[in-house]
């Protein structure tokens, strides 16, 4: 069975800090991976995914993940937050042509 | 670039009542996902269409229904309507067999 498991349900970061949100996957074939943004009363919006093209990969509004196949993580980090980074970020996998499983989400809260 | 469309956007309904939500699909996706995400919850796997066919089915109660039209435009469709349907629908479209959704922006349903 597969399943993503994000840890930390709340993340709390300042303005201008690291912001980094774990994501661990388990699947017995090799997975795709994204990373969904929802701000308050809307939808998902796709931020990036792995496909296995390239183990880093970047997306939009500055976010990136690294894809580590011996750790079975897909951390998404950026550099610098800023305060419209604020919103509940979710980890997903599937195979192509499948329903995506969802982690349970983290909510990113940034301070001035 | 056009989106995928779901109408209606906020719907009331009391128990028992049925409800019916759309999900229109980004020009020349063939495939449709919905989802329900309870308050809190990640988002949560119902039904799949590739090519107006069920193609998957997850934790979809007996009550709900749907269907993908012949313009790939889909329904479902919710009957007997309880309180603990009270949730954001998402529906997501895709081409065949391949591993990215698109999301809309959800239909917020609330069960009186």
Redesign the interface.
Known sequence: AQSVTQLGSHVSVSEGALVLLRCNYSSSVPP?L?W?VQYP??????LL?Y?SAATLVKGINGFEAEFKKSETSFHLTKPSAHMSDAAEY?CAL????????????TTLSVSS | AAGVIQSPRHLIKEKRETATLKCYPIPRHDTVYWYQQGPGQDPQFLISFYEKMQSDKGSIPDRFSAQQFSDYHSELNMSSLELGDSALYFCASSTAYQETQYFGPGTRLLVL
């Open positions: 795709y994204f969904y009363n809307q939808g998902l919006q796709l995914k496909t979710f599937n195979q192509a042509g499948t329903a995506l499983i969802f982690g349970k989400g």
